[in-house]
């Protein structure tokens, strides 16, 4: 059964039935889907729409020197400045075909990008996807968003938006990484269960092998979950961890949102054609 939920057009479609019903896909497959990371200039932003990805993700934060009256800027951390708004930046998107995931680094950029969302909101029919990591995660020792707070903000003005919920990560090479703990995946399941609407937990690609057990058991938990595999610029990680996810888990519910080589050699390895 596919990762969940809204009709047509809706926020909670499931992104392989947009692309599917758009023909930009040929199969339920998560693997069939072209991702363009971190689109947040306006370089990047245009080569994204120009791209042959399907979904787009970009960071928002809020700009830290009182600029734009405090508008929510594309700008990953360490940068905290852009020289693209998300206001500019959804102007921009809306006039695609092309889903939308947006990676929130704080809690005080949550409620005033959620109005910018609402007032694109008629114009913008393809999927949306709002991201934060809400709880420590493996060697994770970035700042968390509150989950309750960052949760209802965003169902409050869209009750439906698909929600990426992932837990901070560190990956290092000259040590033996833990996975993704039980503690760690009932502890999001435990914050899941009682929503609503499709969840995608992202979950980095160097650590997922030694973790099947556990994301296996979340993901049997609601036909609304998915996994999204990220990777780390330098983490160090093989085609065969990902040939084993492939193996293990159902194509409806895993997404590969990963760097170039492993990319290009995963998709050969499956079958997929890449589009250079």
């Not at 970009?58 to 929510?72: C, I, M, T």
């Not at 610029?233 to 492939?246: A, G, Q, T, V």
């Not at 194509?251 to 995963?266: A, G, R, T, W």
Request: glycine share 6%.
């Amino acid at each position: 059964m596919t990762a969940s939920a809204g009709g047509p057009g809706s926020w909670s479609e499931n992104i392989l039935e947009y692309f599917l019903r758009n023909n930009q896909i040929t199969a339920e497959d998560g693997a069939e889907i072209i991702w363009y990371h971190a689109a947040n200039h306006k370089a990047q932003m245009n080569e994204a729409l120009k791209s042959a990805a399907h979904m787009i993700e970009a960071d928002v934060l809020l700009p830290d020197d009182g600029s734009e009256h405090g508008q929510p800027i594309m700008a990953h951390p360490p940068e905290t400045n852009s020289d693209n708004t998300l206001q500019e930046w959804l102007a921009e998107v809306m006039k695609s075909n092309k889903g939308i995931k947006l990676d929130f680094k704080s809690l005080a950029a949550v409620e005033p990008s959620m109005i910018l969302l609402e007032n694109v909101k008629r114009h913008l029919k393809c999927p949306v996807w709002i991201n934060a990591d809400i709880l420590p995660g493996p060697n994770g020792n970035s700042k968390v968003i509150d989950a309750k707070p960052f949760i209802d903000t965003v169902t409050s003005f869209f009750p439906d938006v698909t929600l990426s919920l992932g837990w901070t990560t560190g990956w290092h090479p000259e040590k033996v990484n833990e996975g993704y703990s039980w503690t760690m995946v009932k502890e999001m399941e435990y914050i899941c269960n009682e929503l609503n609407q499709p969840v995608t937990f992202p979950v980095r690609a160097a650590l997922v092998r030694q973790s099947c057990s556990q994301l296996l058991w979340l993901l049997k938990k609601s036909h609304r979950y998915s996994l999204t595999i990220w990777t780390g610029k330098n983490d160090n990680y093989s085609i065969e961890d990902l040939l084993y996810i492939r193996d293990h888990f159902d194509k409806n519910q895993v997404f590969y949102d990963i760097l170039e080589p492993q990319n290009h050699q995963f998709k050969q390895a499956i079958g997929i054609k890449v589009n250079l």
